[in-house]
Structures are given as structure tokens and as C-alpha cells.
Nanobody, 126 residues
Framework: QVQLVESGGGSVQAGGSLRLSCAASGNTASCRFMTWFRQAPGKEREGIATAATFTAGDSTFYADSVKGRFTISQDTAKNTVYLQMTDLKPDDTGVYYC?????????????????WGQGTQVSVSS
């Protein structure tokens, strides 16, 4: 089992920044794919940033909507994944979830993710 706890959400004005954290505990060896999803009001949950651990090294993947503005990183010593969000826009408003999977053929597809955090709210005003 893996437990994920997000923190760092809040309210900011457009153009501002926030950093989300996701602390993992339990069988963290199962967390080869760590992805941030978000669910905007009235919309489906979408995967926006993934940190993947492969034998050959680590890789990151981003949705086009956040590429260049958001950065995902990992602190393996702390079993924590971060999402640094800059130049926030009102369209970034939503509940942000951290999820973990042993493997994901499509990083942004939530069907691969067995473990989920409780979510943290991000609100961006114009």
C-alpha cells in the first residue's frame, strides 16, 4: 500500500506561483510513475505532469497546457514529489491530485494509477 498526501494549494492571482507537494509513504518502491492530475470545475480529471523512474534514468512529461510553466521534480530521500507552478492562469483552477503507479503506458491516463492523494485546491483569480 502507498499513502499520498498533497499540500501547498491555495488562492493566487493570475501570473502568480505556487508549489504543490506530495509526500508518499508505505511501499514507495511501487511509485515508479508519479503524476499530478487536476480536475477543473465541470471538467474531467486530466494528467498534467509526470515524473517517471526508469532503469536508464528519470524522465518527465507534461501536458501541452502546462509545458513551460509547470515543473515536476522528486526528492527521493524525502519520498516527495513537487509541482512548481508559475505564470498561473484562471484556467489552472481546480483540484490537484497526486497519483502513483508502478507502470503507466500512457502517463496521463488515470486508469494506470492505483494510489491517489486526497487532492488540494488551487484557485487562480484574474
Amino acid at each position: 500500500q502507498v499513502q499520498l498526501v498533497e499540500s501547498g494549494g491555495g488562492s493566487v492571482q493570475a501570473g502568480g506561483s505556487l508549489r504543490l507537494s506530495c509526500a508518499a509513504s508505505g511501499n514507495t518502491a511501487s511509485c515508479r510513475f508519479m503524476t499530478w492530475f487536476r480536475q477543473a470545475p465541470g471538467k474531467e480529471r486530466e494528467g498534467i505532469a509526470t515524473a517517471a523512474t526508469f532503469t536508464a534514468g528519470d524522465s518527465t512529461f507534461y501536458a501541452d497546457s502546462v509545458k513551460g510553466r509547470f515543473t515536476i521534480s522528486q526528492d527521493t530521500a524525502k519520498n516527495t514529489v513537487y509541482l512548481q507552478m508559475t505564470d498561473l492562469k484562471p484556467d489552472d483552477t481546480g483540484v490537484y491530485y497526486c497519483a502513483a503507479a508502478l507502470w503507466a503506458s500512457v502517463c496521463a491516463d488515470q486508469k494506470y494509477y492505483k494510489y491517489w492523494g486526497q487532492g488540494t485546491q488551487v484557485s487562480v483569480s484574474s
